[in-house]
């Protein structure tokens, strides 16, 4: 009797705490490591947006370095390049100057080689600067636009190739030039005339 009325006071007393769940304490357990989860994640972004703000702001400061670095990189280069071509220039001036102040021009070697002095120099400097001079091939090529500008159609009695077919170029009048492969000045040509034509000739 007292055995079962123990019992029965157990089964009826309301303080007794029923059992844990596991699936519960799993879930729970779950709930605790995704919010840590999340908040690693909060963290982690966080710093990668703090690296992505250093790398702007790193890049921009070597943007500008860079920049300044070309500007005085620019500024040195064209100051020796032109110092050098003025080097160039004064020998040969100064000689021309001289001739010029004593005007004796009675001597046609000195006179020619003061020109000649001159034509070597200022081919040098443009050389230096990259131009080059455009190659024409008198007597065959064709007349081109795009390299030769015509001054003068001449015929056959007063062109030096009196054979050349119409539109060769027959006599350079002034060197073209080109710079870094493009065209800087046009080469100055005289062309051969076209046919008369027959009709003409017959008359």
């Not at 769940?21 to 703090?50: C, F, K, W, Y």
């Not at 690296?51 to 500008?64: E, H, K, T």
């Not at 003025?86 to 021309?96: K, R, V, Y």
């Amino acid at each position: 009797m007292d055995t079962a009325s123990d019992a029965a006071t157990t089964q009826a007393d309301p303080t007794t705490e029923p059992e844990a769940d596991p699936a519960i304490e799993r879930l729970d357990r779950i709930g605790t490591l995704l919010e840590e989860v999340v908040d690693d994640n909060t963290a982690v972004t966080t710093s990668m947006n703090q690296l992505v703000q250093s790398q702007r702001a790193l890049s921009a400061d070597l943007s500008r370095e860079l920049g300044e670095l070309r500007k005085d990189m620019s500024a040195g280069l064209v100051h020796r390049t032109l110092k050098d071509l003025c080097l160039q220039l004064i020998g040969p001036l100064g000689a021309m100057e001289a001739m010029l102040d004593r005007a004796d021009f009675t001597d046609p070697e000195i006179v020619s080689g003061h020109v000649k002095s001159l034509v070597v120099t200022l081919h040098g400097v443009l050389n230096r600067m990259g131009a080059e001079r455009i190659t024409v091939d008198v007597g065959v090529e064709a007349f081109n636009p795009a390299k030769h500008r015509c001054v003068n159609v001449v015929g056959p009695q007063d062109s030096p190739f009196p054979d050349a077919p119409p539109r060769t170029v027959v006599r350079i009048v002034e060197d073209g030039y080109l710079l870094a492969d493009r065209l800087l000045n046009p080469a100055v040509v005289e062309i051969m005339a076209d046919s008369a034509p027959a009709s003409a000739s017959a008359e």
